[in-house]
C-alpha cells in the first residue's frame, strides 16, 4: 500500500540558508500534519492543513511556513536556518478532518535537516 | 494544559518474555489514544487507535487497553522479539480545535536482548 513520502530524505543546509521540505499524501489522503522532531526530543507539532487550507498551528517558527497544493502535497519552507533547526521533520495524513472518531495519522519516514 | 505521561522512561527485557508499558493522561476533551512504534530515524509507525468506548484493541502481539475514567492505557506487548526494540509512544488526541492536535508522550525505550 501507498504510504507518506517526504523529500529529500537528507538534507544538509548552512546557517541563514532557507530549506524546502516536501511531503506525499497517501491517496485520498486530504489532511497533512508536520511535525518537528529534535534529537531524543517528542515529536512536536508545527502545522497542519485541511483542503488546502490551514487547519491548526502549533509550534511552528515565524521563520517557517507551509502550504498544501491542489494535488494535496505539502511544502514545508524554511528560511534564516539556524542550527537548533536541525532535526527529523516528520509529515503525516489523514483522510479528513479530526472527528470524535478519531482519524488515523500515517506518518512519513522524515526528512534529517542538519543546518552546519 | 494537556500531558501524556509514559512508564517506564526505558525497558530492557529477554527476547520472548512479555511486558506492559504505562501511559497516563491529562488531555481534555479527549477524542482518542494511539500507540505508535518509532524505530531510531524513522517515522512513528501506528499499532492501535482506541476511542472513548474503547476498551481493548490487538494488534497481533500488541494489546492495548483503555480506561477512560481513570485516563489511563497500557499496551503489552506479547512474546518479545528482537525486532520490537524501538520507543513505544502514546499519542493523545482532544477534539476542541478544528484541527487535529496531538499531545505525544515522551515514550518507553524497549530494548529486547538475546
Known amino acids: 500500500a501507498a504510504g507518506v513520502i517526504q523529500s529529500p530524505r537528507h538534507l544538509i543546509k548552512e546557517k541563514r540558508e532557507t530549506a524546502t521540505l516536501k511531503c506525499y499524501p497517501i491517496?485520498?489522503?486530504?489532511?497533512v500534519y508536520w511535525y518537528q522532531q529534535g534529537p531524543g526530543q517528542d515529536p512536536q507539532f508545527l502545522i497542519s492543513?485541511?483542503?488546502?487550507?490551514?487547519?491548526d498551528k502549533g509550534s511552528i517558527p515565524d521563520r517557517f511556513s507551509a502550504q498544501q497544493f491542489s494535488d494535496y502535497h505539502s511544502e514545508l519552507n524554511m528560511s534564516s536556518l539556524e542550527l537548533g533547526d536541525s532535526a527529523l521533520y516528520f509529515c503525516?495524513?489523514?483522510?479528513?478532518?479530526?472527528?470524535?472518531?478519531?482519524?488515523?495519522?500515517?506518518f512519513g519516514p522524515g526528512t534529517r535537516l542538519t543546518v552546519l | 494544559k494537556n500531558q501524556v505521561e509514559q512508564s517506564p522512561q526505558s525497558l530492557i527485557i529477554l527476547e520472548g518474555k512479555n511486558c506492559t508499558l504505562q501511559?497516563?493522561?491529562?488531555?481534555?476533551?479527549?477524542?482518542?489514544l494511539r500507540w505508535y512504534k518509532q524505530d531510531t530515524g524513522r517515522g512513528p509507525v501506528s499499532l492501535t487507535i482506541?476511542?472513548?468506548?474503547?476498551n481493548t484493541k490487538s494488534n497481533g502481539r500488541y494489546t492495548a487497553t483503555l480506561d477512560a475514567d481513570t485516563k489511563q492505557s497500557s499496551l503489552h506487548i506479547t512474546a518479545s522479539q528482537l525486532s520490537d526494540s524501538a520507543s513505544y509512544i502514546c499519542?493523545?488526541?482532544?477534539?476542541?480545535?478544528?484541527?487535529?492536535?496531538?499531545?505525544f508522550g515522551g515514550g518507553t525505550r524497549l530494548m529486547v536482548k538475546p
Open positions: 503525516a495524513s489523514s483522510l479528513g478532518p479530526r472527528t470524535q472518531g478519531g482519524n488515523e495519522q500515517f
Open positions: 491517496p485520498r489522503h486530504d489532511t
Open positions: 492543513f485541511y483542503e488546502k487550507m490551514q487547519s
Open positions: 501511559c497516563n493522561y491529562t488531555v481534555s476533551p479527549f477524542s482518542n
Open positions: 482506541m476511542t472513548f468506548s474503547e
Open positions: 499519542v493523545v488526541s482532544d477534539w476542541s480545535n478544528a484541527g487535529n492536535m496531538l499531545t
